[in-house]
């Protein structure tokens, strides 16, 4: 089933003495753009978050992945001071005060408001543990954002089915009124060379209107279109049955649908064709718009 690009999925866990929350949303875009924000303890898992993402959900689209971890014991992590850079700060600090005569209101709390002066450091990073601890719920997250990815998707296709079946319904009319067009114009060319000739006294030529007539009806024929156009149809109908992505393949089948619709605007000269032909490229307009949200 196609699936949409824009979807969201949330899971909440806890495992190993830790509160796990991990959401998965996304929007259009033509590649796979993973965005993983995780808690800073846990920032080596990161590319391993994006790997999984990668390997077991969308193709494509911009995915925004958050993983938050709060531990409800003793995090395993230790606030160290650095001495050396702590140093080197209270001396700028001083320098400052003094070169500009600047009122001296150096604390413990106005130097501890520099996040640079500590350091954390966790006790033991078991990478493979913390991946075992986490994975859960970023499996129900990805579950239940594919989940909606997929009702969204099925919503798209439904839409994108009923436009490609008016799209289809306005063929026959098509074929019939480039007909009807050709019948018109063999009439108004044989009445108006038979008045012509007949008042200068010279019969019209039956067989020279035929060639006239079969000049005009090659110029103005539809029929390599309009097989193009169901072929088009055809196909469109295979992909969105397929398991595999669409998104990229319908774009492109949409253009050329565009393209054959162009050319039967451009090869027909009535009034009621253009009309047709007006509709049939509004309808593919809003295919290609809807088709930007599959995958």
């Not at 080596?44 to 958050?66: Q, T």
């Not at 606030?79 to 005569?101: F, N, P, V, W």
């Not at 539809?222 to 992505?245: C, G, K, N, Q, Y």
Request: glycine share 4%; charged share 35%; proline share 2%.
């Amino acid at each position: 089933m196609a699936r949409s690009m824009t979807a969201y999925g949330r899971a909440k866990t806890q495992r190993g003495g830790k509160d796990i929350l991990v959401e998965i949303r996304s929007v259009n875009n033509r590649f796979f753009d993973c965005s993983v924000r995780i808690s800073r303890l846990y920032g080596f898992l990161e590319d391993r978050v994006r790997g999984f993402i990668r390997e077991h959900g969308p193709s494509r689209g911009k995915i925004d992945v958050l993983v938050s971890i709060e531990s409800m014991a003793s995090s395993g992590t230790e606030i160290r001071l650095d001495e050396a850079y702590t140093e080197s700060y209270l001396q700028a600090l001083y320098r400052l005060r003094d070169a500009y005569g600047l009122p001296d209101d150096i604390s413990v709390m106005t130097v501890a408001r520099n996040p640079s002066v500590f350091a954390e450091r966790r006790r033991e990073e078991n990478a493979e543990e913390e991946w075992e601890e986490i994975r859960p719920a970023i499996e129900e997250a990805l579950a239940s954002f594919l989940a909606m990815s997929e009702a969204e998707g099925g919503r798209l296709i439904s839409d994108l089915v009923a436009k490609k079946e008016h799209l289809l319904s306005l063929l026959p009319l098509v074929e019939t009124q480039s007909k009807e067009d050709t019948d018109r114009y063999f009439s108004r060319l044989e009445a108006r060379l038979t008045t012509v000739l007949e008042s200068r006294g010279v019969s019209a030529d039956p067989a020279r209107i035929l060639t006239e007539c079969a000049v005009f009806a090659d110029k103005v024929a539809v029929d390599e279109e309009i097989v193009r156009l169901r072929s088009h149809f055809r196909a469109f109908d295979d992909m969105v049955v397929s398991r595999e992505p669409i998104g990229k393949k319908l774009d492109f089948l949409i253009q050329e649908m565009n393209r054959e619709t162009n050319t039967i605007g451009s090869k027909c000269c009535s009034t009621e064709i253009s009309k047709i032909v007006i509709e049939m490229k509004n309808e593919i307009e809003k295919i290609r718009e809807q088709v930007q949200n599959i995958e």
